[in-house]
């Protein structure tokens, strides 16, 4: 009977902190076998407060059927709340979600703004961690990362 009770607890637990993802698009494909879905057309995706907009989005799911990968290709745009209360909006020519890592992997002319800090980040490659909120950009030979943010003037530095 304990174990019985514990067990009810822990789906209650995990129930509470599970979000629904919705996914809208023009059209969807499932193949069973590869374990995958594949959503094409005007695809908008909502999973708590994240959203995405893509060409295509795929999820790939686990042997158990839980997603374990989401990829959306072609002009993908998205908004990113990070634990912290912080926000993201940009845009990528590929997005990767690995729900079990709570990471984003943006791949490809990837802008990435922070509304609140008034900062922009330019590169090819970025790993967004939503649960610590950090950011990793790369750029490469042709395209350097590039970070813009803005400076406030102070009195004292006027003055000098």
Do not use: C, W
């Not at 890592?101 to 791949?107: G, K, M």
């Not at 922009?120 to 909120?133: A, F, L, N, P, R």
């Amino acid at each position: 009977m304990k174990r019985f009770f514990v067990f009810l607890l822990l789906a209650a637990v995990s129930t509470l902190y599970a979000e629904n993802v919705e996914i809208t698009a023009d059209h969807f494909e499932a193949d069973q076998l590869k374990r995958v879905t594949r959503f094409s057309g005007n695809v908008h995706m909502k999973k708590g407060s994240d959203e995405l907009n893509a060409t295509r989005v795929f999820v790939y799911f686990d042997e158990n059927r839980k997603p374990e990968r989401y990829e959306a290709v072609g002009e993908s745009s998205f908004i990113i709340h990070m634990q912290n209360g912080s926000y993201y909006v940009g845009k990528a020519d590929k997005l990767v979600y690995k729900p079990l890592d709570d990471l984003y992997e943006l791949y490809g002319n990837v802008v990435l703004k922070e509304p609140n800090m008034d900062r922009t980040i330019i590169g090819e490659k970025v790993v967004v961690d939503k649960s610590t909120g950090r950011a990793n950009v790369e750029g490469n030979d042709t395209r350097p990362v590039k970070f813009i943010f803005k400076v406030e003037d102070t009195d004292e530095a006027k003055d000098r």
